[in-house]
């Protein structure tokens, strides 16, 4: 029969954005309960940024090995997906393992099925399949934290076989040969620039004109023509229409504004196109909830959303879908709910892609400081210059630091380099303080490091940088 539970906060989905949000609703002293339906990390740990992150490292280590000659170094790895598909899953257990746990140390109550409201103050959640019961829970407050899915496009179908999404492309045991990818955003760069490293032929299609929409033309540049050199073969301008398995593989149709077709052939098809907000199973009607038009939860900077006691974090209340924007907004839900004064502050949420050099940014570039009424001055240190890059052979990339002329506040920078995705949290935290470009430079750096560039970018910015003109 139904049990009945009473819980002051009630979190849906215990992916980055839910089981943040939960741990610090136990810390604040609520009674919180946390709901999953599949597993604990949701597409972040299982799914996401974690194995990708993991494939990333194993196709660099094989890929660098066999282009060492200039260092000295000559070796020819020999890739074992199914291994490295292992390791993977040791790595993603460990973490999903460690989630769970530190719930349950926090007194966080953990039930597992799908969520759905029944009115403001109640919850029913659906235990695994028909008639495995039924639990009712009344709350206080409820935190929606259900996340994204794939989208899925006309034509390509995931339920068949060699259409892929990135969730299944990272649960292969084995790679295709020939693979043609849908997309040239972060994910099909990353994944692209990860198979092409493990041997796979790459086939990129894409609809827009070149890949990363949005990032700065220099940005671009430097991905595009690292991924071209890594045999990457870019298409841009044509939308993909369909596929059909020839018995010779799978070709892939293509149709550009103008009505002209074309075709590519790979073993498979992976469709990396974006995501889409997850709220079908919430029965939202019964609180009057209503998605925007692209279906996201629309919130305010304290996370909640139009019904005053349900705040919406993480990938379903929209853009970024970062896991980090996921976690800041769930701590922000729980202190709010919890009765503090907590906000988000937008602007100081760093964006980082995996892709070889990585990218990263924060906060803004120069056009859009212009765009904002300020008067930016921009300063750059070409990694190039760098001793430390050129002494681990990765020289390619730069630090952009933007600020505000007049009060030297920093606004935001835009990094392209090895570790990009590390340095970015120091430009970060120049942002969310208002630091100004002298509190930057005049931070002594560690030498030979990466991070001298931060400061170097800040100093020529100033007009006197030491290893920059
Ligand atoms: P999710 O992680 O999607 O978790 C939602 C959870 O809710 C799921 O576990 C789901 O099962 C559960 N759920 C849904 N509905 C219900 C219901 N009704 N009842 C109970 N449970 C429910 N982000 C980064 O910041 N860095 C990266 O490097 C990065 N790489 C990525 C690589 C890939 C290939 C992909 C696909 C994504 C990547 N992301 C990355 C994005 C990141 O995974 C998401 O932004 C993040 O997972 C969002 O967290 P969330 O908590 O909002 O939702």
């Not at 790895?77 to 349950?104: H, I």
């Not at 929209?318 to 503090?340: N, R, T």
Request: aromatic share 4%; charged share 25%; with cysteine.
């Amino acid at each position: 029969g139904d049990i009945a539970t009473a819980t002051d906060l009630l979190v849906i989905g215990a992916g980055p954005g839910g089981y943040v949000a939960a741990i610090r609703g136990a810390q604040k002293g609520l009674d919180t309960t946390l709901v999953e339906k599949g597993a604990f990390g949701g597409a972040c740990l299982n799914r996401g940024c974690i194995p990708s992150k993991a494939f990333i490292h194993g196709a660099d280590v094989a890929h660098d090995a066999a282009n060492a000659e200039d260092i000295g170094i000559h070796a020819d790895p020999a890739v074992d997906m199914s291994r490295m598909q292992e390791w993977k899953s040791g790595v993603v257990d460990q973490l999903t393992g460690g989630v769970e746990k530190l719930c349950k140390a926090n007194g966080v109550s953990l039930l597992e099925g799908t969520a759905s409201f029944e009115d403001e103050h109640t919850a029913r959640i659906a235990h695994g399949g028909e008639g495995q019961g039924m639990e009712t829970v009344e709350f206080e407050h409820a935190v929606v934290a259900t996340g994204s899915r794939p989208i899925q496009i006309p034509g390509f179908d995931f339920a068949d076989d060699p259409v892929l999404s990135s969730e299944d492309l990272l649960a292969m045991d084995s790679l295709p040969d020939r693979l043609v990818v849908v997309g040239a955003g972060y994910i099909g760069m990353e994944l692209s620039t990860m198979l092409a490293k493990l041997g796979t032929d790459v086939t990129v299609v894409e609809m827009l004109d070149d890949v990363l929409p949005g990032y700065e033309d220099d940005v671009q540049r430097t991905i595009r023509s690292r991924a071209e050199d890594l045999g990457i073969e870019f298409n841009f301008g044509e939308g993909a229409t369909g596929w059909e398995d020839t018995g010779d593989g799978v070709v892939v149709s293509t149709e550009t504004e103008d009505g002209e077709t074309a075709e590519y052939l790979g073993d498979a098809v992976l469709v990396a196109v974006g995501r889409q907000p997850v709220t079908d199973t919430l029965e939202l009607e019964s609180i009057g909830l209503e998605p925007n038009e692209n279906g996201f939860l629309a919130t305010d900077d304290r996370a909640r959303t139009d019904v005053e006691n349900v705040f919406a974090v993480g990938d379903v209340a929209g853009e970024p879908m970062l896991a980090h924007k996921a976690s800041a907004e769930g701590i922000v839900a729980a202190e709010v709910a919890a009765g503090e004064p907590a906000a988000l502050d937008q602007q100081a949420i760093p964006a980082a892609v995996f892709t070889d050099p990585e990218i990263a940014t924060v906060g803004m570039t120069r056009e859009e400081a212009e765009n904002d009424g300020f008067d930016p001055v921009v300063g750059e240190m070409p990694l190039r210059a760098s001793g430390r890059a050129l002494s681990m052979g990765e020289s390619e990339g730069f630090v952009r630091i933007v600020a505000d002329e007049e009060s030297g506040i920093v606004l935001g920078g835009q990094l392209v380099g090895p570790n990009a995705s590390e340095l970015v949290a120091e430009v970060a935290l120049a942002v969310e303080m208002s630091a100004t470009l002298e509190d930057v430079a005049g931070t002594v750096h560690t030498h030979p490091t990466l991070a001298e560039a931060v400061m170097e970018a800040a100093e020529n910015a100033q007009g006197q940088a030491i290893h920059t003109l």
